[in-house]
């Protein structure tokens, strides 16, 4: 969350209606979207090249403009994050088309589930449909264009610009892509444009490398021109400082541009042309090889990919008739986990000090599978960003993108951390460690979560092996984290996820994860035996939890927790960071949110108000009594004076922490401003910049919108880690479904809204699935479960505050239940076995 410091101001008013576009020629007449599914896509027509989209395979992606051109793209290598990419190195800065002497534009831009497709215009009424999707498994782009039927011969032109570059180094490294990116050259084989970038960097310990990309179709071109140009309608205009308003190649760009015709016959039916973009960085063999595998039968290979996102769609679905937009959101959440899987091999692990060093490997990860950050400027491995899009992903019974994130997570540490037990924190797809070495002050926060990632997979999945293969990683990684204390008072230095001078050395979101991760590698030592290091990580947690509130809770008049201790003598700083919720975020095992009730409840309503909270969710940094000296004090609710400006940018994950916190003590209303705001970012035509695609940073008074900046300055288009604050707080706290299959147990106690109903069906757990139903209506609450997988059920459901009980039936026949008191408000409780099971609950 520490990626983007802006400071701009833009308002949205919010359009209720949410879009459902339709799809027609190459997918074939899709009808407009359900009430969940997202089948038919999500439509734009507005400022089309101002916007971004991303498609993504899992060893390809393309970033562009909606409008079918590709602008120079962000910051890490400024101008180069867009294109076409196959990790680990760029392929094309971009393709562009053009029929019958001019270049085809797109008037209307739809997202789909894994694709993409655009109404293109051109001369004489001439209308293209294109559509792009990239197939898992393959180091190809497809890019189909049907044209309509009559339309006669066509002379249709396709422009491609090559950036043969590698994800690392950056343009601000040193060495930096300036010195490393080698000249591209271009030819052309009698079909397709080839594209090489071979020799050794002029840089110390550099490898020599050889980069191929080509473009190219199943039809045989009428001609080809080869040059430095060749961008379409883009004119090459560098992206310099200052950046221009719009720009097309970055200042370390050295790439080459060609050229192919063809001559089209449309006769009395439609036509599809499919063009494919491969790659390699093992040389042209591998690439030639990828783009006769795309061009083998891409119509094919479109139908598989959208098999397998209906797949994705089938789980977890859900029916929320009282918030229908939240419902829509799971099911695009559920979309964008999916886009986000990554791949790449033959990682070279190296750790460059922040980007000032490039020393020889420590080691080789011969393949790497991960969820990435966001596009197009984090792509790559993050240990924070994917322990909190984990809760996101199990919800959405996508397990194995988890347990891969998690096992490249700790092969990449053992390496660079001589199996210390410290988790890295960014690592890019060659394998560069830009921070999270043993040398670096944090990030603390990641190690200490890295058990409860674990924990969280094992529970959902029972999946013991898992479990096994991760367990002594786990167990270093807690040992390694209570070593940083230097003053012995039980709390971990190291940065957490404020990465901002100015704070003491110990963190509270690192303290609140420390004393969760602890009580969950007891729970992972127990179901192993390993009663040694149970009894040790259960005290350790227990002792720090006794002395929690006294050490952390600020209290006065800012009603919140510190945000980090001062040493010596552990002097409380209130600063106003997001992490100040954090506290109420994390579910410990087996004893519910950290925070006691009342502190919770001070805390939240504290961050409720408009000195935390704007129209678009959490801010990063509330406001308090000093003027901030950007100029944007904001309004005041404490009377702390402190050195921190504030920053109103609001973060998806920011939204996301709220909503789980409100949810963790059934304040279910005023969840629902949280939620609604991510879930706006992805579904209001008013404030989305792709359709269906939640960003890493929403409109907000401190940071504008994406839409109001430039393509240079942007924050991600599409970010992973915001779906925990949708997909969480629907399937484990409105649904109550809440596995702990690793000790055969499975918990389902929904929350229903009052005279509501809520549902949700295969949902995935363990090897099975899981479908529930829920209702109040009148003085009865019922909750109906088909549990498909072997597990002990404790079937409940959460009482209306004074409710008192007259009657419990379990399938119709009386009961006895347990009433149980959390922070959730009062469980009613009963154990059966799996199977399908309803329990009606009568209230007097």
């Known amino acids: 969350m520490e990626r983007h410091v802006r400071r701009s101001r833009a308002r949205r008013a919010f359009a ?61 290598i400024r101008g180069e994050m867009g294109g076409f990419w196959t990790p680990p190195i760029k392929l094309l800065d971009g393709v562009w088309f053009g029929a019958n002497g001019s270049w085809l534009r797109a008037g209307r831009f739809t997202a789909g589930p894994g694709y993409t497709s655009m109404d293109l215009t051109g001369p004489g009424g001439l209308t293209v449909q294109r559509v792009d999707v990239v197939p898992d498994g393959a180091r190809a782009a497809l890019i189909g264009l049907r044209f309509p039927a009559g339309a006669g011969t066509v002379q249709l032109t396709v422009d491609a610009h090559s950036e043969l570059l590698s994800a690392y180094p950056w343009g601000f490294t040193a060495p930096g892509q300036g010195t490393a990116n080698l000249a591209d050259t271009g030819s052309f084989d009698g079909r397709s444009l080839v594209f090489r970038d071979r020799g050794t960097p002029p840089v110390p310990n550099a490898r ?68 494919a973009v491969a790659g390699s960085d093992r040389g042209l063999g591998p690439a030639r090889a990828e783009l006769a595998r795309a061009l083998h039968d891409p119509a094919g290979a479109f139908a598989a990919k959208r098999a397998a996102r209906a797949a994705v769609a089938r789980h977890s679905r859900v029916d929320l008739p009282g918030d229908r937009l939240l419902q829509r959101s799971v099911e695009w959440s559920k979309q964008n986990l999916a886009d986000s899987v990554q791949e790449s091999r033959d990682l070279r692990v190296f750790a460059s000090n922040q980007g000032t060093e490039l020393p020889p490997p420590a080691g080789v990860v011969d393949r790497a599978r991960w969820i990435g950050a966001g596009w197009p400027d984090y792509p790559w491995i993050f240990a924070t960003d994917g322990e909190y899009t984990a809760f996101a992903a199990v919800a959405a019974g996508q397990f194995a993108a988890v347990k891969d994130h998690l096992r490249t997570l700790r092969d990449l540490s053992e390496i660079v951390n001589h199996r210390s037990g410290k988790v890295v924190h960014e690592v890019t797809p060659d394998g560069q460690v830009y921070y999270g070495t043993e040398a670096d002050p944090g990030n603390t926060d990641e190690t200490v979560k890295f058990p409860s990632a674990v924990a969280l997979v094992w529970r959902w999945t029972g999946d013991d092996a898992f479990r096994d293969d991760l367990y002594d990683f786990s167990v270093r990684t807690m040992r390694y984290a209570l070593r940083l204390d230097d003053d012995a008072d039980g709390w971990p230095q190291g940065s957490g996820n404020v990465e901002r001078p100015g ?22 030592a127990r179901s192993r035996g390993d009663r040694a290091t149970a009894a040790w990580a259960g005290t350790q947690a227990t002792q720090r939890m006794r002395r929690f509130e006294a050490a952390w809770w600020y209290g006065g008049d800012a009603r919140s927790y510190a945000d980090s201790l001062l040493d010596p003598g552990n002097v409380k700083l209130y600063q106003r960071y997001w992490i100040g919720a954090t506290p109420m975020e994390a579910e410990l ?16 309503a504290q961050r409720e108000r408009d000195c935390f909270t704007g129209e678009f969710g959490f801010f990063h940094t509330g406001t308090g009594p000093t003027t901030d000296p950007a100029g944007n004090p904001g309004p005041s609710c404490d009377s702390v004076v402190s050195a921190v400006p504030s920053e109103r940018s609001v973060f998806s994950l920011g939204n996301a922490i709220m909503a789980v916190a409100e949810g963790n003590y059934g304040r279910m209303a005023q969840q629902q401003r949280y939620t609604t705001a991510n879930a706006r970012s992805q579904l209001d035509p008013a404030v989305w910049e792709m359709p269906g695609a939640m960003p890493e940073i929403l409109p907000s008074p401190d940071f504008g919108s994406n839409l109001s900046k430039d393509f240079l300055s942007r924050s991600s288009v599409l970010q992973a880690w915001g ?83 007259a009657s419990v039936t379990v399938d119709g026949r009386p009961a006895g239940a347990r009433r149980v008191h959390t922070a959730r408000g009062d469980e009613l409780l009963t154990t059966t076995g799996s199977g399908r099971h309803t329990l009606v609950v009568t209230l007097r």
Not at 233 to 261: F, M, N, S
Not at 503 to 522: C, P, S
Not at 772 to 781: D, P, Q, Y
């Open 723 to 805: 779906a925990y604050g949708v997909l969480w707080p629907v399937l484990h706290q409105q649904l109550g479904v809440a596995p702990d299959l690793g000790n055969g147990r499975l918990s389902v106690v929904p929350q229903v809204p009052a005279g509501g109903r809520i549902a949700g069906s295969d949902i995935l757990v363990g090897t099975g699935h899981l479908d529930v139903r829920a209702s109040s209506r009148g003085n009865a609450l019922s909750v109906t479960v088909h549990a498909a997988v072997h597990a002990r059920l404790t079937l409940g459901t959460v009482l209306p505050a004074g409710a008192k009980v």
């Open 589 to 604: 095992p087996g004893w519910g949110p950290l925070a006691p009730a009342g502190h919770a409840t001070t805390a939240l």
């Open 208 to 275: 020599p490398h050889d980069w191929a990309a080509l473009v190219g179709s199943s039809l045989t071109p009428a001609g080809h021109a080869l040059g430095p140009g060749m961008r379409g309608p883009q004119g090459g205009v560098v992206c310099g400082d200052p950046a221009p308003a719009v720009c097309d190649d970055g200042p370390d760009g050295r790439g080459t541009g060609g050229r192919l015709t063809y001559d089209v016959a449309v006769g009395g039916s439609a036509r599809t042309v499919w063009f």
């Open 16 to 76: 209720a209606a949410v879009v459902a576009g339709t799809v027609i020629g190459l997918v074939g007449y899709v009808p407009a979207a359900s009430a969940s599914a997202p089948a038919a896509g999500l439509s734009e027509t507005g400022r089309l090249g101002d916007r971004r989209f991303v498609v993504t395979g899992d060893r390809m992606y393309e970033v562009g403009a909606e409008d079918g051109t590709y602008p120079g793209t962000g910051w890490h």
């Open 503 to 524: 704070m003491g050395d110990e963190k509270l979101d690192v303290t609140v994860y420390t004393i969760r991760g602890l009580l969950d590698l007891a729970d992972l």
